[in-house]
């Protein structure tokens, strides 16, 4: 059912209590997504090596400053949920983190699903900022533009 007229906003009251469960949820999906590492280097590998400690090392400082910026966009009561806002891009990011992690803790290949995030940041990148640049349609000058530029050339 769509709804005709306009859109209704949210109280800073319930801005707040959907910032809140977000922010829950997600701390809990970095805690958990700790459970299969930890799991398998412990069970089947007996001890960490030096690649497991660096990509937990990786995950670590992706999901702190992560989860610090949405902490802070929290505080300042910006929306966490807007679509196509900072927070959702925070998001994304740390459920493909999460998602790398949980998953490489079986196989090293698939860290290499980590490159989403800089394609898809590229993407924006030429579709919102360089492609509108460099494709740019020259700018149609009026009649009076035209003359105008006659005028001053002829000077």
């Not at 997504?33 to 590998?45: C, D, E, T």
Request: aromatic content about 14%; hydrophobic content about 45%.
């Amino acid at each position: 059912m769509s709804q005709k007229g306009k859109q209704a906003t949210k109280g800073q009251k319930q801005i707040k209590q959907e910032n809140d469960s977000t922010m829950k949820f997600y701390s809990t999906v970095m805690i958990v997504s700790y459970a299969p590492v930890l799991i398998m280097g412990f069970i089947f590998n007996k001890g960490f090596g030096y690649r497991d400690i660096s990509l937990l090392a990786f995950t670590t400082v992706i999901f702190g400053l992560c989860f610090k910026t949405m902490q802070s966009m929290a505080k300042s009561n910006l929306d966490l949920s807007m679509q196509q806002g900072m927070g959702e891009h925070l998001k994304d990011i740390l459920l493909v983190t999460a998602a790398c992690q949980m998953l490489g803790a079986f196989s090293m290949y698939f860290w290499f699903f980590w490159l989403v995030i800089p394609a898809v940041a590229f993407y924006k990148l030429w579709v919102n900022i360089l492609a509108p640049w460099i494709f740019q349609a020259p700018v149609e000058q009026t009649d009076k533009q035209k003359r105008k530029m006659e005028r001053k050339m002829r000077r």
